[in-house]
């Protein structure tokens, strides 16, 4: 996506300082109405150069947008469970170093790159959970399972 990977960090970051800033009871209209207004601000820009100055507009500005449309779904999502109190997130600001390790999980999960290019959505806590089986129980070696793919055939 070059350059408009902005895009997506963007939104990543602001939903990161929302988190530690706004009440956790008001944190899906804030989420929501930013996501939002930025989403259609990109949209707007979009018809605007296609439509009005009849510029061709960049496969990887639609691709960007794309994901953004799916980045979105996946913060609306979290914030709902953070309003619902199903997902908690405490900040300490006087440890330097908890305060940069928590965002870490939540930003893999919003810029995981399989779901931005149009995986299912999955909730958080199935994302967090499968991270923490990952180390636990390492994948196959691909060249075994081709391998024994080719063979069965």
């Given at each position: 996506?070059?350059?408009?990977?902005?895009?997506?960090?963007?939104?990543t970051?602001?939903?990161?300082?929302?988190?530690?800033?706004?009440?956790?009871?008001?944190?899906?209209?804030?989420?929501?109405?930013?996501?939002?207004?930025?989403?259609?601000?990109?949209?707007?820009?979009?018809?605007?150069?296609?439509?009005?100055?009849?510029?061709?507009?960049?496969?990887?500005?639609?691709?960007?947008?794309?994901?953004?449309?799916?980045?979105?779904?996946?913060?609306?999502?979290?914030s709902?469970?953070?309003?619902?109190?199903?997902?908690?997130?405490?900040?300490?600001?006087?440890?330097?170093?908890?305060?940069?390790?928590?965002?870490?999980p939540?930003?893999?999960?919003?810029?995981?790159?399989?779901?931005?290019?149009?995986?299912?959505?999955?909730?958080?806590?199935?994302?967090?959970?499968?991270?923490?089986?990952?180390?636990?129980?390492?994948?196959p070696?691909?060249?075994?399972v081709?391998?024994?793919?080719?063979?069965?055939?």
């Amino acid at each position: 996506m070059g350059i408009y990977s902005v895009l997506l960090f963007a939104s990543t970051f602001v939903f990161i300082l929302l988190i530690g800033r706004v009440d956790p009871s008001n944190i899906h209209i804030w989420a929501f109405g930013i996501q939002m207004l930025w989403q259609t601000f990109w949209h707007l820009l979009i018809q605007y150069r296609d439509y009005y100055l009849h510029e061709p507009v960049s496969v990887r500005l639609f691709l960007a947008v794309s994901s953004l449309m799916l980045l979105t779904q996946r913060i609306t999502s979290v914030s709902m469970d953070i309003q619902d109190k199903q997902l908690i997130f405490t900040y300490n600001a006087s440890s330097k170093k908890t305060s940069c390790v928590l965002p870490l999980p939540l930003v893999s999960y919003f810029l995981s790159v399989t779901t931005l290019l149009g995986g299912p959505l999955g909730s958080y806590r199935q994302f967090v959970s499968h991270m923490e089986g990952v180390g636990l129980h390492p994948s196959p070696s691909p060249l075994g399972v081709v391998f024994l793919k080719l063979m069965q055939n």
